[in-house]
């Protein structure tokens, strides 16, 4: 296993998560004593609406793409610390061209499936992920995706073209409460899985993240979700919205995360694509 750091930019409007990927990559690399690469350069977040924010981060969203090819060709699963959601579009529908039939767990307290509207320019380019993933417009980084095998999970702040496509049956909801774990086993149905984890599906105050949002996940139910996961065969994860300090200056500890997170990455240290045999000692936990 490898870890990516994706210290660029994708829609930043500070730098504490960029700042974050870099400190939670380095952190799970320690722990786990394997090498880290880091992907592009932490900049200054710039102003405007979406549009903007994404003609400022394709150049380095174009080296993330890369390393995911590069990864994916090695048959290696991976780890990946990005700053924001919007990163995703420039990893997702890669991973999907290449395993179309897996299942897309994407951890996080919003739906991130709106699409850009005309009129609304200052839309924000993470609240569109999984929607230009699937080629509902144009990212210009792939439309792989099929949306039957996207699998939300703790969303709960949901706009409602959001909701519509839940209700619909578009995309499937694993909402938060009791037997998250045996819930989201059910939605797998035994495919492979990547894991999307956004840092704001954890209930407020229990990690700086931009957007605190009542009603997430507590450590044990994220515990739970990983456990279930690292029984399935894994193509990686990758964790954004980590921010390296909460908005008043204090450092934020990435423990618990880690802790909550590592039967999936020992699985991930110890495995490659359709290999059950060891390579390495697994993570410590």
Same mark, same amino acid.
């Given at each position: 296993?490898?870890?990516?750091?994706?210290?660029?930019?994708?829609?930043?409007?500070?730098?504490?998560?960029?700042?974050?990927?870099?400190?939670?990559?380095?952190?799970?690399?320690?722990?786990?004593?394997?090498?880290?690469?880091?992907?592009?350069?932490?900049?200054?977040?710039?102003?405007?609406?979406?549009?903007?924010?994404?003609?400022?981060?394709?150049?380095?969203?174009?080296?993330?793409?890369?390393?995911?090819?590069?990864?994916?060709?090695?048959?290696?699963?991976?780890?990946?610390?990005?700053?924001? /959601?919007?990163?995703?579009?420039?990893?997702?529908?890669?991973?999907?061209?290449?395993?179309?039939?897996?299942?897309?767990?994407?951890?996080?307290?919003?739906?991130? /499936?709106?699409?850009?509207?005309?009129?609304?320019?200052?839309?924000?380019?993470?609240?569109?992920?999984?929607?230009?993933?699937?080629?509902?417009?144009?990212?210009?980084?792939?439309?792989?995706?099929?949306?039957?095998?996207?699998?939300?999970?703790?969303?709960?702040?949901?706009?409602?073209?959001?909701?519509?496509?839940?209700?619909?049956?578009?995309?499937?909801?694993?909402?938060?409460?009791?037997?998250?774990?045996?819930?989201?086993?059910?939605?797998?149905?035994?495919?492979?899985?990547?894991?999307?984890?956004?840092?704001?599906?954890?209930?407020?105050?229990?990690?700086?993240?931009?957007?605190?949002?009542?009603?997430?996940?507590?450590?044990?139910?994220?515990?739970?979700?990983?456990?279930?996961?690292?029984?399935?065969?894994?193509?990686?994860?990758?964790?954004?919205?980590?921010?390296?300090?909460?908005?008043?200056?204090?450092?934020?500890?990435?423990?618990?995360?880690?802790?909550?997170?590592?039967?999936?990455?020992?699985?991930?240290?110890?495995?490659?694509?359709?290999?059950?045999?060891?390579?390495?000692?697994?993570?410590?936990?």
């Amino acid at each position: 296993m490898k870890i990516t750091i994706y210290a660029g930019n994708a829609g930043d409007r500070n730098d504490r998560g960029m700042r974050g990927a870099v400190d939670l990559g380095s952190a799970i690399a320690e722990r786990c004593g394997v090498p880290a690469r880091t992907v592009a350069a932490t900049v200054k977040p710039i102003e405007g609406g979406w549009a903007e924010q994404l003609q400022a981060a394709a150049p380095n969203l174009r080296l993330l793409a890369q390393r995911v090819v590069e990864r994916l060709d090695a048959g290696e699963p991976m780890v990946i610390t990005m700053g924001r /959601c919007a990163a995703s579009i420039a990893t997702l529908p890669l991973v999907a061209r290449r395993f179309p039939d897996a299942a897309i767990v994407y951890f996080d307290a919003h739906g991130d /499936c709106n699409v850009p509207v005309e009129d609304r320019v200052t839309d924000y380019l993470g609240g569109m992920v999984i929607s230009g993933a699937a080629g509902e417009w144009d990212t210009g980084f792939g439309q792989d995706v099929d949306l039957t095998n996207v699998i939300l999970v703790g969303a709960r702040d949901l706009d409602p073209p959001e909701q519509v496509r839940i209700d619909s049956g578009q995309i499937r909801l694993v909402p938060v409460g009791p037997r998250l774990g045996a819930r989201l086993k059910n939605a797998i149905g035994g495919r492979r899985v990547y894991v999307h984890f956004d840092c704001d599906v954890l209930d407020a105050g229990l990690l700086a993240t931009e957007y605190q949002v009542p009603g997430g996940l507590q450590w044990i139910d994220l515990l739970d979700a990983f456990e279930i996961l690292a029984a399935h065969e894994l193509l990686g994860l990758e964790i954004t919205e980590y921010e390296a300090s909460w908005p008043g200056g204090k450092p934020t500890d990435p423990s618990q995360l880690l802790s909550a997170m590592q039967p999936v990455l020992a699985v991930l240290q110890s495995r490659r694509f359709g290999n059950s045999s060891a390579e390495s000692a697994p993570c410590p936990p």
